[in-house]
Nanobody, 118 residues
């Protein structure tokens, strides 16, 4: 079992920066993939970024120039650094994890709200 708890969301002005964190606990050694997804109001949840156990990263085209995914294994924490926030980045951001490196992750956090004002 793996537990994920996100934090770091909030109300930010457009153009600002934010760092989201995801604290990981439980059977950490079983995790081979960690990812961030987001769900905007009235929209479906969408993939944002991912990082494998080996450190390979991938991003959605819409965010790859502004978002950076990273992890600190010593702190068992996943991060998402966001620069140049836009109002369209407003969403609930979810941390996710899986032992597989493909498909929709099996384990999810509760989400953290990011609201960007213009």
């Amino acid at each position: 079992q793996v537990q994920l708890v996100e934090s770091g969301g909030g109300l930010v002005q457009a153009g600002g920066s934010l760092r989201l964190s995801c604290a990981i606990s439980g059977n950490i050694l079983s995790i081979n993939l960690m990812a961030w997804y987001r769900q905007a109001p009235g929209k479906e949840r969408e993939f944002v970024a991912r990082i494998t156990y080996g450190g390979s990263t991938a991003y959605a085209d819409s965010v790859k120039d502004r978002f950076t995914i990273s992890r600190d294994n010593a702190k068992s924490t996943l991060y998402l650094h966001i620069d140049g926030l836009k109002p369209e980045d407003t969403a609930v951001y979810y941390c996710a994890a899986d032992r597989r490196t493909w498909g929709t992750p099996a384990t999810w956090g509760q989400g953290t709200q990011v609201t960007v004002t213009s």
